[in-house]
């Protein structure tokens, strides 16, 4: 049998522990049999990183720019632990957090269901995508502490020096205040990403904040975005037959309880957060969730959810066997050869992401599946698996 070819290569990031042990059995038993794989390899573990003064993460980011789509293996954010473990010569930053930066992008998280794993919402029929806002709000605050009685104002000092004010509160005690920001450019950009993410999943999009109480700030997000709409989307959502859908974000939340799912729903920063735990948690795992960075531009870096998942690593590392489960990861490939395949014109790319996904199903609906998902099926006396073992199941399948 011949292989599949590809005529553009691929944006590949390698990463840490045991999500790298991954990754390793995933090409070898999944992918290379079957596909002439072409990538552009960037290897983003910590060691790597660490001797390119983390020159290697923004490469790979401009390399995503070039090619356009990327896939990339979960990676260490390091902390003061992971500084001594690598002996670093610097706290790095998160890769993510780069590559966020650089490709402007927002961020959307759908779960992977299938057969016997149910979400705990038992009206939920289909995915709830959520999309949140990478930027600002809380994330970017500056706050303080008041001692005791006092005036706090905002002041606005612009260019020409003139100046706005606005009373914040007269302390009568001591309290508390907060200042946070966002930007016209970067909502924008987060409005524009959910929309064209929308009619690529030909998706209802929802979008949600405190607009009734934040009469500037977040009534400002429901502005742009209908802003965007209007000008730029209005048309092309209603040939594709999907809608754009504006609520407050109490209500959002009572209806997203009571939906079948089959949406995105775009979220401020913190909601988001918040949020994206909350669904992601009632679908099941963080294994079994899909992970794309879209930018306005059309850049597209699908990765899993999940971290490296440390101790099975240091299991793995004394010999151990593990159960980890390989799925967000798989499904980082499929969709990375998928969007590589729609690019390029690929079918064979686009049939073999489709049976991959299929293959992967398929298997743990036959009860075979590692330890994390036999925990919460509902699937009798499921079969446990370790890693190769699982992906030696879906690669006979397959
Ligand atoms: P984690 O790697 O997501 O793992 C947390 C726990 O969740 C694991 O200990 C495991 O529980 C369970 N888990 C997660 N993924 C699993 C999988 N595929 N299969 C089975 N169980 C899974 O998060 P962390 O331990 O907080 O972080 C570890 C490292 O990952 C950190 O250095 C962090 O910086 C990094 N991280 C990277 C990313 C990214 O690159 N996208 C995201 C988050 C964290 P049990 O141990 O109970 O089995
Ligand atoms: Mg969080």
Do not use: Q
């Given at each position: 049998m011949s292989k599949i070819t590809m005529t553009t290569p691929l944006v590949e990031m390698d990463g840490d522990e045991m999500t790298r042990v991954l990754w390793e059995m995933i090409k070898e038993e999944l992918l290379l049999p079957h596909i002439d794989l072409k990538t552009e390899y960037y290897d983003l573990g910590l060691e790597y990183r660490n001797a390119t003064d983390d020159q290697v993460t923004v490469d790979a980011a401009e390399a995503t720019k070039k090619y356009k789509v990327a896939v990339k293996c979960a990676t260490i954010t390091p902390n003061a632990a992971r500084v001594d473990e690598y002996d670093l010569k610097k706290m790095w930053k998160s890769p993510n957090g780069t590559i966020r930066a650089m490709l402007d992008g927002t961020v959307f998280r759908a779960p992977i269901l299938v057969k016997g794993?149910?979400?705990?919402?038992?009206?939920?029929?289909k995915p709830i995508t959520l999309a949140r806002h990478?930027?600002?709000d809380v994330y970017k605050n500056a706050e303080m502490q008041i001692p005791g009685p006092g005036t706090v104002e905002l002041v606005y000092t612009a260019a020409d020096g003139s100046q706005k004010k606005e009373l914040i509160h007269q302390f009568e005690g001591p309290g508390v205040v907060q200042g946070m920001h966002n930007l016209d450019g970067s909502i924008e950009s987060f409005a524009r990403s959910c929309m064209n993410y929308a009619l690529d999943l030909g998706q209802d999009l929802w979008f949600a904040t405190k607009d009734t109480i934040s009469k500037q700030y977040d009534h400002h997000f429901k502005d742009i975005f209908q802003e965007v709409y209007d000008k730029e989307f209005q048309e092309k959502f209603e040939k594709a037959g999907i809608e754009y859908f504006y609520t407050l974000i109490d209500d959002a939340v009572a209806r997203v309880m009571k939906s079948e799912g089959g949406f995105i729903w775009a979220c401020k920063n913190y909601d988001g957060d918040v949020m994206s735990d909350m669904v992601s948690s009632a679908y099941g795992s963080l294994a079994m969730m899909t992970s794309v960075l879209v930018s306005p531009q059309g850049y597209y870096e699908y990765e899993a959810?999940?971290?490296?998942?440390q101790r099975h690593y240091y299991r793995y590392k004394k010999g151990e066997e593990t159960s980890t489960n390989p799925v967000a990861t798989i499904f980082a490939w499929t969709g990375a050869l998928a969007k590589r395949g729609e690019m390029d014109g690929n079918q064979a790319l686009i049939d073999f992401a489709a049976k991959l996904e299929q293959a992967t199903l398929q298997t743990i609906e036959s009860g075979k599946m590692t330890g994390d998902l036999a925990l919460i099926t509902?699937?009798?006396n499921p079969q446990v698996l370790n890693s190769r073992a699982f992906i030696q199941e879906i690669a006979s399948r397959l």
């Open positions: 794993i149910e979400p705990v919402v038992n009206k939920w029929k990478a930027y600002g959810a999940h971290g490296t998942v509902s699937i009798e």
